[in-house]
């Protein structure tokens, strides 16, 4: 059995801007509205929760944009984070597949997470801000920018989502040893979170909540902005470092991927690994076919609505058209809590609306069978999150198996699960279970989607 290889670049490959794929789409993004007018919203509107580079990111068409040199710098730490063929996996299967998969457990906070959370940071420090607040699901979102806040000096608060709170402890340890303050979402702290503890006390949040009071926090204050970790088109930019080195990689590996494999939460991991890829596609320059992996219990992609919705469940983020479940949908809990979100980045899912990726789902516990027979054959043991790539990537390489033709398979491994081990002594305890998605809440929360004419 041949042991698996990796593929290293210096770090001189670190690539030195992020790729923006608004410029290869064969019509722009649909514009983000104000709830209130019915409007598009301009800089201005913004303003108050977010930096101004973090804004013109936002809105820009440019194919490349730089990435400072100070967060350069930092990404040396870890990038270019190595690329693997996963020799053993593909005799574990028994496959003619070759599988390879990017690795970004490798950042010091576990996850691809630093990739934003050093860009957004940095920006804040650029612009004089003092504090960040912000969400986090599963607490890899909370962990990385407490990271990168104590990198540049910044104050950074946490809403943390109820139910992650409580099953991960180690995580918010994580976040307060580098100096961030973590409250249970919903909290006492916010408008938002006395209305939603009012009504349901026993919430175990979610991150549509946690956004909510975050903002509000931001919003209340000068110096404090907002930074979210996935979803926005400057986030899904920053990610962006992860394909390009791929592409970089599989040149070293004189392959290239017949399809391509990421997990969507809010699809900014998915978007780092294969909007490169996807760019060169629309470019007409290399054919690629791209796969989302969403868990099954919070089907935005494949079971949504693609429409303007609310970003958060208080309603107070503008309407950004989606794949969404409906603002006010808490999904079920589950171990992917970086996967819980009712929504979907709006690239995202304009390519899936574009038939550009292929969405599917799958449950928890089909994604921890695929994620331990990864463990056992390449050594890593991946983040709940990532199990679902790896769930996408073991049933493109049995369908090659079936079909007698070798494909190269390529996934994200986006984070290693080493602080989610309460979900493996679950599930080698037989008590991983499936919670299946209420359809008519989802039902509900559609109908109540906001009109925009
Ligand atoms: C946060 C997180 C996710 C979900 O967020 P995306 O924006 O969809 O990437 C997935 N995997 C890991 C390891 C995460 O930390």
Redesign the pocket.
């Known amino acids: 059995m041949a042991d698996s290889v990796k593929f290293i670049l210096d770090e001189n490959e670190i690539p030195k801007a992020w790729y923006n794929i608004v410029s290869d789409l064969p019509e722009p993004p649909a514009p983000v509205m104000h709830p209130g007018t019915g409007q598009p919203v301009g800089p201005d509107d913004l303003a108050p929760l977010f930096t101004m580079a973090a804004i013109m990111q936002e809105v820009s068409a440019e194919r490349q944009i730089d990435i400072p040199e100070p967060v350069r710098d930092i990404y040396r730490q870890w990038r270019p984070s190595p690329l693997y063929r996963a020799y053993r996996l593909e005799a574990a299967l028994d496959t003619p597949a070759r599988i390879y998969y990017k690795y970004e457990g490798v950042s010091p906070a576990g996850?691809?997470?630093p990739n934003t959370a050093v860009a957004q940071a940095f920006y804040c420090r650029e612009e004089g801000i003092k504090r960040i607040s912000t969400e986090t699901?599963?607490g890899?979102?909370g962990s990385s920018l407490a990271l990168a806040g104590s990198f540049f000096g910044l104050e950074i608060e946490v809403f943390m989502v109820r139910v992650s709170y409580d099953q991960k402890p180690y995580r918010r340890a994580f976040m307060e040893t580098f100096g961030a303050t973590c409250h249970p979402s919903p909290s006492n702290l916010t408008e938002v979170g006395k209305k939603i503890l009012a009504d349901n006390p026993d919430s175990t949040g979610s991150l549509g909540i946690a956004i909510s009071e975050a903002v509000e926090v931001a919003a209340q204050r000068d110096d404090t902005k907002y930074s979210l970790?996935?979803v926005l088109n400057h986030v899904l930019l920053h990610q962006t470092v992860v394909g390009q080195e791929a592409i970089r990689q599989m040149e070293l590996a004189d392959d290239y991927p017949d399809v391509i494999v990421g997990?969507?939460?809010?699809?900014?991991?998915?978007a780092g690994l294969t909007f490169p890829f996807i760019g060169r596609k629309l470019r007409a320059e290399q054919d690629v076919r791209v796969v989302a992996v969403e868990p099954a219990n919070c089907p935005s992609l494949t079971k949504g609505k693609y429409a303007y919705d609310f970003g958060d469940t208080g309603q107070m983020t503008p309407l950004v058209k989606m794949h969404t479940l409906g603002s006010s949908f808490v999904p079920p809990s589950s171990h992917a809590g970086?996967?819980r979100y009712h929504g979907m980045a709006p690239l995202v899912s304009q390519l899936v609306d574009l038939g550009q990726v292929e969405p599917t789902a799958y449950s928890q516990t089909e994604c921890f069978d695929a994620g331990v027979t990864f463990a056992k054959a390449e050594g890593i043991l991946p983040?709940p999150?990532?199990n679902h790539a790896v769930k996408g990537a073991l049933v493109e390489a049995m369908r090659c198996k079936e079909e007698g033709e070798s494909r190269a398979i390529l996934f994200n491994l986006?984070?290693h699960g080493y602080f989610d081990m309460q979900a493996y002594m679950d599930y080698s305890s037989g008590k991983l279970a499936d919670h299946p998605y209420d359809e008519s809440e989802v039902a509900m929360a559609l109908a109540g989607l906001p009109s925009v004419a």
């Open positions: 996850s691809h997470k699901g599963a890899q979102w970790g996935s997990c969507t939460g809010g699809g900014s991991n998915f970086g996967l983040a999150e990532a986006c984070g």
